[in-house]
């Protein structure tokens, strides 16, 4: 049976691909986010992932303003990681998992979680920075699917409903017959706000609250509509419905294996969690 052995949940920003191609690591401006990533990076060699499951939101390079699935899920033999516009340098591309993507499908529309099916699809810096940060030499050991949630444009799935996908994503994943090991990332947030009045908005109690729930009381945001998240968090705060995927494909029991917060990372308040299953 294949197997969960956990989660990483991280914030996801253009600015990251440039200063990774600019060698600014150690950077005063970027080290305390960049510290985070090799507990990370440890954690990884310990665990071996076959397959990583990457939930985050596609930020208009598969689905525009015109056509916006609720949620999308990948089923290609590669991604390939095209220009979105950032000038930020292009990755190599990501094995795929065509038949682990398949089963997801079957299993999660079974469910009633009707996703729309992507035989081709290009990732975007949501996929590919959180991939180069866990692995900085850009030979990828994983096979990967993406997972994608629209937190771009109302209405957004409830995080009620998020955190469910990632529940059901669990019972796919324990339905299938191989044993692979997966890691299940969630990028995004945590609060900013690029547009608007509000552009530059950042909540750091709320961040810390939201990080804080995830290992005490992993349903805590689904107390909030999105709309109430969007207040709390900003208009791309609530890419944190992707870590609620994530979060969901845990029991309730987990271990908080290592976090960082800084802020800010361009305009975001850059956060980062990884947890492990209990029990
Ligand atoms: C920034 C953050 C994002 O989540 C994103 O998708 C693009 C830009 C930023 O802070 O610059
Ligand atoms: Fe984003």
Redesign the pocket.
């Known amino acids: 049976m294949a197997k969960i052995v956990g989660a990483i949940t991280t ?5 990251i691909g440039r200063a990774i191609a600019k060698g600014l690591q150690d950077d005063p401006y970027w080290k305390p986010f960049f510290d985070g990533f090799p507990p990370v990076r440890d954690w990884l060699a310990k665990v071996r992932p076959d397959v990583v499951v990457l939930v985050y939101n596609d ?1 208009g390079l598969n689905f525009f303003l015109d056509k916006m699935p609720t949620f999308a899920i990948g089923a290609a033999p590669q991604y390939r990681n095209a220009d979105e516009g ?1 000038g930020i340098p292009t990755l190599p591309p990501f094995p795929g998992d065509p038949a682990l993507s398949w089963h997801l499908i079957e299993s999660l529309v079974g469910e009633e979680f009707d996703l729309t099916t992507c035989q081709e699809m290009v990732v975007d ?2 996929f590919t920075l959180p991939m180069a940060l866990c692995w900085p030499d850009l030979k990828w050991p994983v096979r990967t699917v993406p997972v994608c949630v629209n937190t771009v444009q109302g209405p957004l799935p409830s995080a009620a409903r998020c955190h469910r996908l990632g529940q059901a994503i669990a019972r796919a994943v324990a339905g299938w017959p191989g044993d692979e090991r997966i890691v299940v990332m969630g990028t ?2 945590l609060s ?1 706000q ?1 547009d608007g009045e509000r552009a530059g908005f950042i909540n750091k109690d709320f961040d810390l609250q939201f990080m804080e729930s995830m290992t005490s009381d992993p349903s805590w945001a689904t107390k909030y509509t999105t709309h109430e998240l969007v207040e709390l968090a900003g208009t ?1 705060g609530v ?1 944190l419905l992707n870590w609620l995927v994530a979060r969901g494909t845990l029991p309730e029991k987990v271990r908080r294996a290592h976090s960082n917060y800084h802020i ?5 308040a850059s956060g980062l969690m990884v947890l492990e299953p209990l029990g």
């Open positions: 914030s996801h920003i253009p600015a930020h950032w810096h949501a995004g947030g900013h690029l791309q890419e800010p990372i361009s305009n975001t």
